[in-house]
């Protein structure tokens, strides 16, 4: 049966039930506007239903013609799906296109090395996703690199039942180091489980995802801010400090090892978000550790209290306990006048975040915030330590101020994911290794202080 007659046995069967079907016209679906061609379809799939109902009414009425008018309303909806679908997917494809170009890094030189996700884009994994190019891909496909969840992959590598495309991911190859690295599709959810785990994230840090092959490349960062001055006609320009210094950026490795039973990995229905968040929060304590104190001695990064620049405020011989807020305004104080733009957070040990919990005045009331501090993060990591030698005192910390948002974990090839094939064969379980590159680097070092010798407070 032609499309004319198949119209014409439509509208006759559609009469026969009472369905008024509109009429679009001459205007093909693919030139209607999305509002007008989900109208129809809508329209479309209840005439639908409406006929089978029919049909199912009384035996006599499922009868050829009915058929074939159910036929021709669902070639017109799977027309409308597929135009819908294929708008969605340039749509999708475009977004990730232009929000990854906006996210693009670029080295000294000019070389595209890698998408940089500042640190509100780590909120969302969709934003994460469309940023590194992975936004055009379904939550669930399976295509591509892609792997229904984090679980397949990990089932996958342990040579486990899995989706077939898990299989085809890892059937590509190896690493260097004869492991996998986790698909770009799956990327976004670990990160994403980082903010929460990582003092530095939770500060305001950004992430930059690199994907150049060199071991190291440099960037440019700020040295000082240039001192404008007024001239004369014909009058020589002041001279400045140079204003912009190159850093080196050497991601260095970073790996940790679990192991979990077969039989949880293969059959727990709620292993995913557990995995995601292991991962997440084994990183994480050693970045925070690392990206504040790492001496920078092959094979640890350089951290913030050893790059050069940064403000230091010593406390005496021996440190002082910490009783108010003065030092972090001293610390504000060094920072505004280096013309670095004001701090937004501060990092430290969860006993010093008890110490200024508990500030109190004179007269035991709990001691205000100053209002230039309010906006501030007061974060805390377990990995400062409480115990630093100065003078006499064996029991002083650190506190790390500034603007994070200066502040840059680059991170090399993802994470890579190694089996441990007999390490815990005997007891049943499966053993991992879990790999990725690390360095950080701050944008402009004088816009960050650390207060040194901050003591424990005096026993009642």
Avoid at 75 to 82: C, G, K, V, W
Avoid at 119 to 140: E, F, H, V, W
Avoid at 207 to 234: C, D, M, Q, Y
Avoid at 417 to 428: H, P
Wanted: proline residues 5%; glycine residues 8%; negative net charge.
């Amino acid at each position: 049966m032609n499309n004319n007659n198949a119209q014409l046995t439509l509208k006759a069967e559609l009469g026969k039930i009472g369905f008024n079907l509109s009429d679009p016209g001459d205007t093909p679906t693919s030139h209607m506007p999305k509002a007008e061609r989900l109208a129809r379809r809508g329209e479309l799939r209840r005439a639908t239903n409406a006929l089978v109902a029919h049909a199912k009414a009384k035996p006599e009425n499922l009868t050829d013609d009915v058929l074939l008018a159910v036929e021709a309303l669902s070639a017109e909806i799977e027309i409308i799906n597929r135009q819908m679908m294929m708008e969605e997917t340039a749509e999708r494809h475009i977004g990730g296109v232009t929000a990854s170009r906006e996210a693009a890094l670029f080295d000294q030189d000019g070389n595209q090395v890698g998408t940089l996700l500042s640190n509100a884009d780590l909120s969302n994994a969709a934003t994460i996703a469309a940023k590194l190019g992975a936004g055009n891909r379904r939550q669930n496909s399976t295509d591509d690199e892609g792997c229904a969840s984090l679980t397949d992959f990990f089932r996958g590598v342990a040579n486990m039942r899995t989706s077939e495309g898990v299989r085809n991911t890892l059937s590509v190859g190896t690493n260097t180091a004869g492991g996998y690295t986790v698909p770009t599709v799956l990327l976004p959810g670990i990160l994403n489980a980082l903010v929460p785990a990582s003092a530095l994230l939770t500060a305001g840090m950004n992430v930059a995802v690199l994907n150049t092959p060199a071991k190291s490349f440099n960037i440019a960062a700020t040295a000082a801010i240039p001192t404008a001055g007024w001239r004369k006609e014909h009058g020589q320009v002041a001279e400045s400090e140079p204003a912009f210094r190159s850093i080196e950026v050497i991601p260095r490795s970073l790996a940790f090892r679990f192991k979990i039973s077969r039989e949880l990995l293969m059959d727990s229905p709620n292993i995913e978000p557990a995995l995601r968040t292991a991962i997440a929060q084994a990183f994480a304590v050693e970045i925070d550790r690392a990206s504040l104190l790492g001496s920078g001695v092959d094979p640890e990064i350089r951290g913030l209290r050893n790059i050069e620049g940064i403000h230091k405020l010593p406390a005496g011989a021996n440190g002082v306990e910490l009783k108010n807020w003065a030092r972090f305004i001293n610390a504000t104080r060094l920072i505004k006048e280096a013309n670095a733009p004001a701090p937004t957070a501060a990092i430290m040990s969860p006993r010093e975040e008890e110490t200024i919990a508990l500030f109190a005045d004179t007269t035991g009331q709990p001691l205000r915030r100053p209002t230039a501090l309010e906006g501030w993060r007061l974060t805390t990591t377990s990995q400062l330590p409480t115990n630093i030698e100065l003078g006499a005192a064996d029991d002083t910390a650190e506190i790390f101020i500034g603007d994070y948002s200066l502040f840059t974990l680059f991170m090399r090839e993802g994470i890579s994911v190694q089996l441990l094939n007999e390490l815990y064969a005997e007891t049943g379980e499966v053993g991992f290794i879990c790999h990725t590159r690390l360095d950080v680097a701050a944008m402009y070092a004088k816009a960050f202080a650390v207060l040194q010798g901050v003591r424990a407070p005096a026993a009642e």
